[in-house]
C-alpha cells in the first residue's frame, strides 16, 4: 500500500478528508468520503486502498508438482528397531562433537549393511548435511531414492543431488572465478585442477599478476597434490616471485620434479657441500658436510635469500644452508646417503649444521614418509612438536607413541591429540580401545569433572571413538552424592552415547 494515507492521519481524522492516490480510484474515495462522518469515512478509505491492493497482488508462477518418489527397496522398515535410534542420532539443535561423529558412523553402518535411511529420519539428514559440510558425503550413500527425492524439492539440501558436490558448467566456473569470493574461487580451482589439470594450470598462468600474494601462494599450494613435470615452466618463472611467501612455497614443489633445472640445481649444490671420507680405526668411508662459505651468484634465481632476517636464530652460513635443504626431498637424502631415514638423522646430529638440517626436515615431512616422521619423533628437540607429528601418520603407528594408561593420556595433555587425530568415522584400534576402556568409565564418577569442563567433552569424544568391539567393557560410573549439574549431565551424556553406539554396533 502507497502512504498516502498517512497524512490525513497525522492531519486529524476528525475532520473531512479525502485520500489522494491519482487516477480513477479517486473518484471512488471522494464518493466514500462525502458519505459518512469523517472518521468513518477516513476508515473506509483505507479499506478500500487495502482492498484494491491484494487484488492487485501478483500470485508466484504456478510450480509442477513432482512424480511420487518411486518405492526403495533397500530404505529401512518404518517399523526397524533402528528408527528410533536413527531419530536420535540425527536430533535436530545444536550438535556436541561427539554427536557429529555419532552421525558420520551411523552412516557408514548403514551402508556397510546396504540399506537406506528410513523415510521418517530423511528431513532431519538432510538439514544435518545442510549445516555440516563433512557429513554430506557419507550421507547421500544412504539416503536413497526418497531421499535424493527430496533434495531435489529444497534448495538448501540440493548439495545431495551429486555425487560430486559442485558439479558447475564452464559458465558457472567462469562466474564463480569472477564472481566469487576468494574460498569459493580456490575451490573451484582445486575442482578444475582434479578434472583438467592443463586447464587449471592455464587458468592460473593467465591471472597471476592480478592475484594478491595471499591468493597467489593458496592457488599455487593447490597444484601440489596432482604436481606433474607439465608444472615445472609455470613453477621455475614464481622462484622470482616478488612475495616470499610464494618463493618459499614453489621451491620445495620443484624440487620434488626431478626433470626441472631447480632440482638439478639443488642437487648439484648439496652434493657440493658433502664430502665423503674415511674416518675411524678401521678407515670407514664417512659422509661429512660443510655449511655454504660464500654467496652463490644462483641464489638469487632459486629462491635462496642471501641476508639473514633480523631475529633469525641460525648463523648466516647455517641460514643459507638451511634454505638449500628444505627444497631437497627427503629420499634424496636417504639415495645419496645409502642411509635409512633414523640413520640420516643419527648422523647429522654428529654433524656441526644439525639445527640447520633438523629445521628443514621438519618443514619437509609428511603422511607420505612414515619413516622420516618416526625418526623425527624419536628426538628430544622435537617434543613440542611431536602431536603435529603424530598426526602425520597412520593410526596404528600413533598409538604406539601414546601411553596405555588414561591417566598418562590426561596428566601429558595427549588426551586431545589422541580424539583429534582419529577420524570422524573411524575408531582406535581394538587392543589401544581395551587398554583405555575399563578406566574410560570409572572417570565419569572423577571429582575432576567437576570443574574441568574440557575433560568432560574430550572424555566423551574418547568414547565415541573406543573400538566397537570394547564398549561392553565400559562401565559408567556414577558421580559422587555431591556431584553439579554439569558431573550429572554429563553422565547422563556418557550411558546414552554408549547406549547409541552399543545399539550402532549391534547386529542389524
Given amino acids: 500500500m502507497n502512504q498516502s494515507w498517512l497524512k490525513p492521519a497525522l492531519l486529524g481524522i476528525d475532520r473531512p478528508q479525502v485520500i489522494a492516490v491519482g487516477g480513477a480510484l479517486d473518484a471512488v474515495l471522494q464518493a466514500v468520503a462525502a458519505a459518512d462522518e469523517p472518521a468513518l ?33 533397500l530404505q529401512m522398515a518404518a517399523d526397524h528397531p533402528w528408527v528410533p535410534l536413527l531419530a536420535n542420532v540425527f536430533e535436530p539443535g545444536q550438535v556436541s562433537p561427539w554427536g557429529k561423529r555419532l552421525r558420520q558412523q551411523a552412516c557408514e553402518r548403514l551402508a556397510a549393511y546396504g540399506r537406506h535411511l528410513p523415510v521418517a529420519v530423511l528431513p532431519q539428514a538432510l538439514d544435518a548435511g545442510a549445516r555440516f559440510a563433512a557429513l554430506r558425503e557419507p550421507l547421500r550413500a544412504v539416503l536413497g531414492v526418497r531421499g535424493h527425492w527430496l533434495a531435489a524439492c529444497n534448495a538448501e539440501w540440493r548439495y545431495a543431488g551429486a555425487a560430486v558436490e559442485a558439479q558447475a558448467s564452464a559458465a558457472d566456473d567462469e562466474q564463480v572465478w569472477n564472481e566469487g569470493s576468494s574460498e569459493a574461487r580456490l575451490a573451484m580451482f582445486q575442482q578444475q585442477r582434479v578434472d583438467d589439470a592443463a586447464a587449471a594450470r592455464t587458468r592460473l598462468q593467465d591471472s597471476l599478476k592480478e592475484l594478491p600474494a595471499r591468493e597467489r601462494a593458496a592457488f599455487i599450494a593447490a597444484l601440489q597434490p596432482e604436481l606433474h613435470a607439465d608444472d615445472v615452466p609455470l613453477l621455475q618463472g614464481l622462484l622470482k616471485d616478488r612475495s616470499r611467501e610464494v618463493r618459499a612455497l614453489v621451491g620445495p614443489m620443484l624440487g620434488r620434479l626431478p626433470a626441472s633445472p631447480h632440482a638439478a640445481y639443488l642437487q648439484a649444490q648439496m652434493e657440493g657441500l658433502l664430502q665423503q671420507s674415511r674416518s ?9 658436510l660443510e655449511a655454504p662459505a660464500a654467496l652463490d651468484p644462483g641464489w638469487a634465481d632459486a629462491g635462496i635469500d642471501s641476508k639473514r632476517p633480523n631475529g633469525e636464530v641460525l648463523g648466516e652460513r647455517a641460514w643459507w644452508l638451511y634454505q638449500l635443504a628444505r627444497q631437497l626431498p627427503l629420499a634424496w637424502w636417504c639415495r645419496t646417503l645409502e642411509k635409512p631415514a633414523a640413520d640420516v638423522v643419527a648422523w647429522a646430529r654428529e654433524g656441526d649444521w644439525y639445527q640447520a638440517l633438523l629445521r628443514a626436515w621438519l618443514e ?40 596405555a594408561r588414561l591417566q598418562d593420556l590426561i596428566s601429558q595433555n595427549l588426551l586431545g591429540d589422541v580424539v583429534d587425530s582419529t577420524g570422524a568415522a573411524r575408531s582406535l584400534s581394538a587392543a589401544y580401545s581395551q587398554a583405555l576402556a575399563p578406566s574410560v568409565g570409572a572417570l565419569f564418577g572423577d571429582e575432576r569433572l567437576r570443574y574441568d569442563y574440557l575433560l568432560r567433552d574430550r572424555l566423551l569424544e574418547l568414547l565415541a571413538v573406543l573400538h566397537p568391539t570394547t564398549l561392553a567393557s565400559v562401565q559408567i560410573a556414577e558421580p559422587p552424592a555431591t556431584a553439579t549439574d554439569a558431573m550429572l549431565h554429563v553422565a547422563h551424556q556418557a550411558r546414552a552415547l554408549l547406549a547409541l553406539r552399543q545399539a550402532l554396533y549391534s547386529p542389524f
Fill in 41 to 73: 469515512a477516513y476508515s473506509r478509505q483505507v479499506g478500500v486502498l487495502a482492498a484494491c491492493e491484494r487484488a492487485a497482488v501478483r500470485t508466484a508462477a504456478t510450480v509442477d508438482v513432482p512424480p511420487p518418489a518411486p518405492d526403495d527397496p
Fill in 280 to 288: 675411524g680405526l678401521l678407515r670407514r668411508l664417512a659422509w661429512t
Fill in 364 to 403: 619437509r615431512v609428511d603422511a607420505s614418509e612414515a619413516d622420516w616422521v618416526e625418526a623425527l619423533i624419536a628426538l628430544k628437540e622435537t617434543h613440542p612438536r611431536k602431536s603435529e607429528l603424530l598426526a602425520l601418520l597412520p593410526a596404528v603407528q600413533r598409538e604406539r607413541h601414546w601411553p
